[in-house]
């Protein structure tokens, strides 16, 4: 049975691509960290008592920002394949805490590999990394994107990738050591943060729907990006460690849209005029805004047979009646006299 470590399990990606692997049979060990408040809704439902003897979900702690630990978790687990998705991956939240993000999400990375480098020499295993690099990277690099593009980051969440990028690459060629870089444009889902404005957007159509909300406060409403589903893009991190060696691959849909479509699009869906219930808030503008994301996934299609299934109007779809159920749900609490606040929303 091979033993897949996941960095980042109790994220958006982190819960499919746990939920994926187990049905190939994997046993699944994912770090975690400690939260004062239980963090792991995304995979309860995956997860079994380890005193189980069919239990193949096991959970660590650990932190990016803590090398030794990581040291630890590499030793008592020995993993054939690990994938660090771990992140602070908001973009806006960048800018109001640049040195965590970048200790995280750069530093960190290199912490991963400098863990998994020492861990080669003494165990002689043979361990494949999934490095998860971003679209964010290209950041004003003009459209359609692909691996070739050169990197324009804009953002210190963008720039700290494009460190974890050249990490990886780094340690590629220096240490022989199989690190892919996934190029991943943006992919959303029903298990998407409230904070990202797809899902902010349908989780408000379904409150706003029920009368739960009136109003829905955003940004930029012009910027352009490539979306596809989560549960599509997992597959493709999997692939690519299947892969005859380590390369780089955007991964996207080849097709953009603006918030504004994503916006018509998500109220509509459920008969409503968006126009009537959209603010603009200054405090969602971004310093430096990346304008137009849109990927060319062709390398991805043809060395690794890989393509997206779920189209834009679908991936509207599934998350919009999600959020009409978890909005239905909410008012028959707030029916029957409960307060429900509206956490997530604030600072999205
Ligand atoms: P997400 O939902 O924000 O999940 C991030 C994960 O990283 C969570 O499990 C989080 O733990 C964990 N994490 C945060 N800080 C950490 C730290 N200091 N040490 C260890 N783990 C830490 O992000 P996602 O959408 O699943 O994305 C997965 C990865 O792909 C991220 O690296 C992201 O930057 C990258 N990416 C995402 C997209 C996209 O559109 N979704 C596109 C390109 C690249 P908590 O649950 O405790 O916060
Ligand atoms: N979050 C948010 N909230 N974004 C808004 C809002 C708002 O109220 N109003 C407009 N926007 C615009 C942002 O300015 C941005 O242009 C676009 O909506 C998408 O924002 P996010 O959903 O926050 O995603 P992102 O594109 O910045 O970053 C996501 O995708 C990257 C890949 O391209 C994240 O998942 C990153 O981690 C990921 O790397």
Request: hydrophobic share 40%; charged share 25%; no cysteine.
């Amino acid at each position: 049975m091979k033993k897949a470590l996941i960095n980042g399990i109790t994220g958006q990606d982190g819960a499919y691509l746990a939920e994926f692997l187990l049905k190939k049979d994997y046993e699944v060990h994912g770090i975690i960290r400690r939260a004062s408040m239980f963090n792991t809704q995304r995979i309860d439902h995956l997860y079994r008592d380890p005193h189980d003897p069919n239990a193949r979900l096991f959970l660590h702690y650990g932190d990016l920002s803590d090398g030794t630990g990581l040291r630890r978790i590499l030793e008592a687990v020995q993993p054939d394949e690990i994938y660090n998705l771990g992140a602070q991956s908001h973009v806006k939240v960048s800018f109001d805490q640049p040195e965590y993000t970048a200790d995280v999400v750069g530093t960190g990375t290199l912490r991963l590999f400098e863990a998994v480098r020492d861990h080669l020499k003494n165990s002689k295993s043979d361990i494949r990394l999934y490095q998860a690099g971003s679209s964010e990277m290209f950041g004003s690099a003009a459209p359609p994107q692909l691996e070739t593009t050169a990197f324009e980051p804009r953002s210190p969440y963008a720039i700290s990738k494009v460190a974890g990028y050249w990490f990886a690459r780094n340690y590629r060629e220096a240490y022989d050591m199989f690190i892919a870089n996934g190029i991943l444009f943006n992919h959303e889902s029903p298990l998407r943060g409230e904070t990202f404005v797809t899902r902010k957007i349908t989780r408000a159509v379904g409150r706003i729907k029920l009368g739960l909300q009136d109003k829905l406060f955003l940004g930029n409403l012009d910027a352009k990006r490539d979306w596809g589903f989560a549960g599509d893009y997992v597959e493709v991190m999997w692939k690519m460690l299947q892969h005859s060696e380590p390369d780089d691959f955007v991964v996207a849909t080849g097709e953009a849209h603006s918030v504004r479509e994503f916006l018509e699009a998500a109220f509509i869906h459920v008969g409503l005029d968006f126009k009537k219930y959209v603010e603009i808030d200054q405090r969602y503008f971004r310093p430096t805004e990346v304008d137009h994301l849109l990927g060319d996934p062709s390398k991805a299609a043809e060395k690794l047979s890989w393509k997206p299934k779920v189209s834009f109007q679908g991936l509207v779809a599934m998350m919009v009646d999600h959020d009409m159920e978890q909005a239905e749900r909410e008012k028959l609490l707030v029916d029957a006299g409960h307060k429900v606040g509206q956490e997530g929303v604030a600072n999205g």
